[in-house]
């Protein structure tokens, strides 16, 4: 019991945590909404964590589910448009899904940094994504580091097996998201 009580207050003090829900719903016409939110402390500061997050080009570094992106065009700094190629393989079966974004960065310094990266699905004929919403918050915390706020909502016509497909998705999703904060957290400058 010393034990565990000793682990918690470690953890706590160094105040690293991270939350996530995955919320999935099959419509009648079947396709998907997946709402995913995830929450965590980086030991960076908000403008490292908001570089690396918008290097699109090296975005897979932190997500092993990218096999590729491409920026379509880039209007200014602040907004790009994107297409990844999403890998996934299960045993031998691997599928590729592609998903179309217009992605909007920009940071808000007023007293306090944070950071946004908003994303909204293009919808596309090689996407099986229709629509949908993603929104990074990068807000600093008491410490030198920062908190990365993730929430994704999005509409796609994907098949998953009956039975395990669901959990197989959730759990690829959490393995992504684990190691999204491991990586950010790992990064050396």
Not at 66 to 84: A, W
Not at 158 to 183: A, V, W, Y
Request: hydrophobic share 40%; with cysteine.
């Amino acid at each position: 019991m010393k034990k565990i009580i000793m682990i918690f207050i470690i953890f706590q003090s160094l105040n690293a945590y991270s939350e996530s829900k995955i919320f999935h719903e099959k419509n009648q016409d079947g396709t998907r909404n997946f709402d995913i939110e995830f929450i965590f402390q980086s030991k960076n500061n908000v403008r490292q964590n908001f570089d690396l997050l918008t290097d699109f080009l090296k975005i897979h570094r932190f997500n092993p589910s990218v096999y590729e992106t491409e920026i379509i065009s880039r209007e200014s700094k602040e907004k790009t448009v994107l297409k990844t190629t999403f890998r996934n393989c299960v045993h031998f079966f691997c599928r590729e899904m592609i998903m179309y974004e217009s992605i909007l960065t920009y940071c808000i310094d007023d007293q306090i940094l944070s950071c946004v990266i908003k994303a909204e699905v293009m919808p596309n004929d090689e996407s099986p994504v229709f629509s949908g919403n993603t929104l990074w918050k990068i807000s600093a915390s008491q410490s030198n580091g920062s908190k990365v706020y993730y929430k994704s909502e999005f509409t796609a016509d994907i098949f998953l097996p009956p039975f395990f497909g669901e959990s197989i998705f959730k759990k690829t999703i959490n393995r992504n998201l684990d190691f999204l904060e491991n990586s950010l957290n790992n990064f050396y400058f």
